[in-house]
């Protein structure tokens, strides 16, 4: 192997050789784009395996198939379906590439251009105001053009996301009797145990007594050897008899919606897996990488130099496609069982040419409707209710509808009244005190009895300090508090959107602001018995009108509807209006900040937070038994709950201080 040399530059790095890496090449050098070009390779393995088998349909004249020609192994023009038999595929074929012809094919041209081959992981792919460059075994090797084709790490799933994983065991077998059709393939065949996730059955004959026989797995358990040994076994003596095993291949691919952990780099051109092309719902990307190396190879060349290539930011797909794929992924995940049913019925009804075509997604949207009029309903209807429920305008959307209801029902009314304070109690039980009763799982993630002690006495310490300085200086402790809790709101008003901290607090301070200053009067009537202070203006709620704008130029629709509300909320009570805020925004946005970070369901969660959640509620009891203020408490008269404030404010103190270290860990 030739020796690298540090200061070299080359025209072209690959870091990773596999399959994308090798379907562009192959393309560059059909079009003569390789000559003179110094390309050095950089993948820890050596490829010299047979390690896939890359299988794809097309129809004869594409272009896929003229190229590839010498690779394809072996090809089938019909499929048998479950219940629905022997298909012909016509116009279409399906075909099948083992990928060590492949690389064998690349190792040919490797050693005719003569270029430069690094065995080692690159650890890291970048760019700077020299260009772009990687690091492997501890040495910076520069590249006019890096096309980085390493195995892709996806980024935890969001809100709406899924990650499962299509895992297979296929066995190369040889069998005694002849195999009945060998230019037949049977794919999805769902004669097999499911076993808690959705499971089928490939079969690819190569000859008429040798076949690939393969047990697919889609969930999020990966399918082991030893548990698809009984399996493949039973299904092959059903189908085939006896046979000798001559192979195994043993793969895994992610089928996932969630993002690919990629940085945007000057002169780095992401492939394969990396770049999104393996299609979520099915695992097949080969076509896919195909066609992304003949538009790059068609960029090359006309543009004749690698430094011209237009660097490409990969995104994960959106449109109706990924739509669909999201759809099922979600279904394939938290119903296994429906998988079997969804994909019996998807070809048993479709024709198998329009199912193809459709995950070719090249059907057009009435064609799309007419293969999910033949899918059963019911899971498909249930995954898009809880994708709608995920999306991120949904929460404020309510929340417009729910401002827009108590208005309807007029102010001060008794169902205004019953529907606002049923609302504000129960949210309060459910998500609004226990987001803030779970602070001392932040730290370790779970309860520390040695630790635990001494957390709790220094959370009612600063609870205790903050009642004591508004016993003796109540207009500072009203400050203070309006300011921790501007500075709060904000933080996790800010993460949500996407603010930098400074930005955050503004919105924090303008945002209790306008709550309070639409309210002048009934703010004021609390503020001067709990804090002998008022607010000498009042906000028109119109204040709010340029945030609205700028939102709307954002294009975050959650933020435009958490200002309409909010906007909206200037005409309903104060309680109600800072209600809807604290509990339908704040606390379940910082809940589902807590719950990413400590990885607990949100069962677990509210179950964790029971006590201190308890106990809050009875030192609530406690203060407005004994509070000074608080003689003749009356619910009906706004101006007494400022009680309520106090005691918000004491225990929020140190929630806001745990929250705070929540969110500096979070952005380390
Ligand atoms: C067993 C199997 C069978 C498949 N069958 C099909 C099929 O029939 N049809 C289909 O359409 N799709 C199929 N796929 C999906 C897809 O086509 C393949 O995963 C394909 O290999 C993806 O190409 P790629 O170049 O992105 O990744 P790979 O082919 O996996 O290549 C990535 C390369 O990067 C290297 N690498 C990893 N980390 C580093 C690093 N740090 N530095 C340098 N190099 C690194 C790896 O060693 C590897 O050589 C299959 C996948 C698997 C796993």
Known sequence: MPEIALSKTYDYIFAGYGAAASLLILQLHHKNLLDK??????????????????????NKDEDIVKDLKHLIKHSWSNVLIQNAGNTPLAPLTYHHISS????????????????????????????????????????????????????????????????????????????????????????????????????????????????????????????CETAAEKQLQDYIHKHFGEFKKQAIEIGCIPMSNAEIRNDTLKD???????????????????????????????????????KELNVEHAKAPTGRFAFYDSLLLHILKNKPQNGKII???????????????????????????????????????????????????????????LCLLLIFLGKG????????????????????????????????????????????????????????????????????????????FGQADGKQW?????????????????????????????????????LPIAFPSWVIIPWIIWSIIRKQASFSLTLIWL????????????????????SITSWKHIS?????????IWLQSLPFHTGAWIILMLFIYFYPASKGFNVQDTSQWGIFFIFIACISLPHVISMQSLYTKKSD
């Not at 955050?504 to 018995?529: A, R």
């Not at 990413?596 to 677990?604: D, G």
């Open 268 to 306: 780095v051109v992401l492939l394969g897996a990396r770049n999104y092309k393996v299609k979520p719902s099915t695992g097949y990307a080969f076509k896919n990488m195909y066609h992304h190396a003949s538009e790059l190879v068609n960029s090359i060349s006309n543009l004749k130099t690698p």
């Open 567 to 586: 906007f909206l909320s200037s005409q309903l009570p104060l309680l109600f209006a800072f209600g809807i805020y604290f509990i339908g925004q704040h």
């Open 100 to 223: 060590i012809d492949l690389y064998d094919e690349l190792l040919k041209l490797e050693k005719s251009y003569n270029w430069d081959r690094l065995i080692s992981a690159v650890d890291k792919v970048s760019s700077d105001e020299n260009g772009a460059f990687i690091i492997a075994k501890g040495e910076i090797l520069r590249g006019k053009k890096i096309f980085d084709s390493r195995t892709p790490i996806y980024e935890k799933t969001k809100a709406g996301e899924t990650h499962i994983f299509q895992s297979f065991v296929g066995w190369e077998i040889e069998t005694n009797r002849l195999i009945e059709n060998p230019d037949t393939c049977r794919l999805m065949d769902f004669d097999v145990e499911q076993k808690g996730s959705t499971q089928f059955m490939y079969v690819l004959p190569f000859s008429p007594t040798t076949a690939l026989v393969e047990l697919t797995r889609f969930g999020s358990e990966i399918l």
């Open 596 to 604: 990413a970070h400590l990885k607990l369901s949100n069962r677990k």
């Open 343 to 401: 994909f019996q019925d998807l070809l048993k009804g479709v024709e198998i040419n329009t199912v193809l075509r459709f995950l070719d997604e090249k059907t057009s949207f009435s064609e799309d409707l007419k293969i999910f009029a033949k899918l059963p309903w019911s899971p498909f209807l249930s995954a898009l209710f809880y994708k709608i429920t995920q999306m991120s305008w949904f929460r404020p959307f309510i929340l417009m509808l």
């Open 37 to 58: 070009l110094n390309i050095l390779i950089v993948d820890p393995e050596r490829k010299n395996k047979n390690d896939k088998t890359f299988c794809f349909w097309a």
């Open 413 to 488: 009314t008794f169902l205004q009244s019953i529907i606002g304070y049923g609302l504000l109690i129960t949210g309060l039980i459910t998500v609004g005190i226990p987001h803030g009763a779970v602070d001392h799982l932040i730290e370790t993630g779970k309860w520390d009895s040695k630790k635990a002690p001494r957390f709790i006495l220094t959370y009612l310490l600063q609870a205790a300090a903050m009642a004591f300085l508004w016993y003796l200086l109540p207009e500072l402790a009203i400050i203070i508090f309006l300011v921790y809790s501007s500075w709060h």
């Open 498 to 534: 996407g603010f930098s901290p400074v930005l955050s607090f503004i919105w924090g301070v303008f945002l209790l602001f306008y709550i309070l200053g639409t309210h002048m009067k009934e703010t004021n009537s609390i503020t001067s018995i709990i804090g002998h202070l008022t």
